[in-house]
């Protein structure tokens, strides 16, 4: 059976380095990571990583918000 | 006029106006302190043997001065020996700007000599860090390190700088700023939450706030004291928020968690509303966290988003800076609600179940601090370093005022105290600095004795030594069927003698009937001065929450 998948969607201050950022967030929390997409805004400098993820962890919604603690974070949403 | 990278750096530190920083050269730093040496009249290098030492020394000055404290090193070794002390600092949320060397930009990814990947090592552990490429990019960066640094929650952040970068030119009029408007966006708490709270506090019956080291760090303390003083509401600390005390001492029930106290615990268990103010509810605090205050509603006020909901669940969190909720609260009119029954409930415990210890026969580390409380002016700064010594101080120590205690919760970093006093002591000239360490952490950082000489620092001493990894010693004892696995440190040296031998004062203490004109001694010392006390080795911290315990089976000897 599949693993229930998620998707996250993090907007950041594209900083070198916030990719390591994520991947590390994600598998510190027993999540994997399915697939990950890089796209960039109208603005310059800002760019929204699509994350899909999965895992048993139903907490997504409260570890999302700990993405905050990264100070590119400017917003986090998660499908 | 072209300047170099090394004189941009420098004009960075003369515009944030560091006055010292903590620095140790090699191979790829020598541009950087080579322009240093044309400013040692307005900044002031302090050295110490050991960069780890320097580091948290770095820690110690800018958690006893609210400013960021600034370390040098050189790449490869020199930024891995700050590893231990960045992590210390970023568990704490304390301000710091490493500034290490790297090879040049050309060897970059060669497996140079001295190259290591250090914005690679320390990501997890700094709040920002950046690797200059060019000289552009290096006032930008700079600028923001030290505005990220000390914004919003603060923490240690890293600027890896390539040699041939402190030596290369640019002309005055391409250097840029960096844009820290970036990273200052802050969310306003709606003024209807503070409402909510206050509806809750009316409706409470035993409302309790927990202040935690957030409230240090905003500079709230005064204004947190005002506030439970005005509503007549029970406060606690965790351990990075001692120094907040009301001048009620009957609205104080000290600490929570594993080595809080029996009423402090008891506090938490039957409280209805815990109003926690810059708290981030460790583990320690918490024990087992579903039985954790299990009749209170939970409002979590802190100035990073991420904590909130991170432990405990909540029914508000209000994301802000507790400075500023702290203002919105008191302009609220005192609440009619009485809460003089709860208030009087718990210094009922508190009488009935007080922190206490054998007196007058064997030397206890108890008596030795609570003497260190009464000889000691109210305003000392009192460093720990980790472990017994470190709960013994929590619990003894009175503290009075905001970064007046330096400890490392957080990591819990053996080693931190000497080097941290050190810190403290540059920060606080005129103040007096005490170090309580064990013995095994004093030996982690034993070199900075040199250091503390060198600059003649009037740095207090007092080494509890129980021949004992003690704090280990006592799981072993309580949970592991005493066997004593490695933690015995009977071959302890002579501390005294080793002080001696470096140039500083000292003395031996065994003896009760001793104690109290040997610590009377160590206050009124004008010079630096380090206490050997070969304490009762037995000897262990009351009460204990064991490990993921409720908060209500606690162990009371
Ligand atoms: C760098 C480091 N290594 C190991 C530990 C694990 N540890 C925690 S407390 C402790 C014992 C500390 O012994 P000592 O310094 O003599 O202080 P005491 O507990 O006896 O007061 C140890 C080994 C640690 N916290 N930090």
Redesign the pocket.
Same mark, same amino acid.
């Given at each position: 059976m599949d693993k229930p998948k998620k998707i996250v969607n993090v907007i950041v201050h594209d900083r070198p380095n916030v990719l390591v950022k994520l991947v590390s967030f994600f598998e510190k929390r027993g999540f994997k990571i399915e697939n990950i997409n890089l796209v960039k805004t109208e603005k310059p400098g800002i760019s929204k990583y699509i994350i899909i993820i999965s895992g048993e962890n139903k907490n997504i919604g409260k570890f999302s918000k700990q993405l905050y603690k990264f100070v590119e974070t400017i917003d986090v949403n998660f499908l | 006029m072209k300047v170099t990278g090394a004189s941009i750096i420098i004009k960075k530190l003369l515009d944030e106006k560091v006055e010292y920083i903590f620095g140790y050269p090699g191979g790829s730093v020598i541009p950087l302190f080579d322009e240093l040496y044309n400013f040692t009249d307005k900044i002031k290098l302090i050295q110490p043997r050991h960069e780890q030492g320097g580091t948290h020394a770095a820690d110690g000055y800018a958690r006893s001065t609210g400013r960021v404290g600034v370390v040098v090193v050189t790449s490869g070794p020199g930024a891995t020996n700050t590893v231990?002390g960045i992590a210390t600092a970023y568990m704490d949320s304390v301000p710091l700007v490493i500034i290490t060397g790297q090879v040049p930009v050309s060897l970059m990814g060669s497996d140079a000599f001295q190259e290591v990947d250090t914005t690679a090592i320390t990501l997890p552990i700094t709040k920002a860090n950046f690797l200059i490429r060019n000289i552009e990019e290096l006032a930008p960066s700079l600028d923001l390190a030290f505005h990220i640094a000390k914004s919003g929650r603060p923490g240690p952040v890293l600027v890896d700088i390539p040699s041939d970068i402190q030596k290369a030119l640019i002309d005055e009029k391409d250097i840029k700023k960096g844009d820290t408007q970036e990273y200052s966006v802050r969310k306003k708490f709606p003024d209807k939450e503070i409402e909510k709270v206050f509806k809750m506090l009316s409706a409470a019956k035993k409302p309790l706030l927990i202040s935690g080291g957030g409230v240090i760090i905003s500079e709230a303390a005064e204004l947190l004291v005002r506030f439970v003083e005005k509503n007549n509401i029970p406060l606690i600390t965790t351990l990075m928020g001692k120094g907040v005390y009301p001048s009620n001492e009957r609205l104080y029930f000290d600490g929570l968690g594993m080595h809080g106290t029996y009423y402090g615990n008891y506090a938490v268990q039957n409280s209805d509303l815990i109003l926690a103010l810059g708290v981030r509810f460790s583990d320690r605090i918490l024990g087992n966290v579903e039985k954790f205050a299990p009749h209170a509603k939970i409002v979590h006020v802190d100035i990073d988003r991420s904590e909130i909901e991170k432990n405990v669940p909540t029914v508000l969190g209000i994301e802000g800076d507790v400075k500023d909720v702290l203002l919105k609260f008191l302009s609220f009119p005192e609440l009619k609600t009485d809460f003089s029954d709860w208030v009087e409930e718990l210094n009922k415990v508190k009488k009935e179940f007080p922190l206490k210890y054998e007196k007058g026969r064997k030397l206890k580390?108890q008596y030795l601090i609570e003497l260190a409380n009464k000889y000691f002016p109210e305003d000392t700064i009192i460093v720990s $370093? #980790? @472990? !017994?010594? !470190?709960m013994?101080t929590a619990q003894f120590y009175k503290f009075k005022r905001p970064r007046t205690f330096l400890t490392t919760g957080g990591l %819990?970093? =053996? @080693?931190f105290g000497l080097p941290a006093s050190i810190g403290a002591k540059v920060g606080n000239p005129d103040r007096e600095v005490l170090v309580i360490? @064990?013995? &095994? &952490?004093?030996q =982690?950082n034993i070199q900075e004795l040199m250091t503390i000489r060198r600059y003649g620092l009037n740095v207090k001493i007092l080494i #509890? $030594?129980?021949a004992?990894? %003690? =704090?280990?010693? !006592?799981w072993q004892e309580l949970f592991y069927n005493k066997r004593f696995s490695a933690?015995p440190?009977t071959d302890n040296p002579d501390f005294g003698a080793i002080a001696k031998v470096i140039g500083l004062k000292s003395k031996t203490l065994k003896e009760w009937d001793k104690a109290e004109k040997t610590i009377k001694e160590l206050a009124l010392s004008e010079e630096p001065m380090l206490i050997h006390a070969l304490i009762d080795p037995e000897e262990n911290v009351f009460p204990m929450v064991p490990a993921g315990a409720p908060l209500n089976e606690i162990l009371l000897n």
């Open positions: - | 231990t580390p $370093d #980790v @472990g !017994q010594n !470190q013994w %819990g970093t =053996m @080693g360490s @064990g013995d &095994g &952490g004093f =982690m #509890v $030594d129980n004992y990894l %003690g =704090m280990v010693k !006592q933690t440190f």
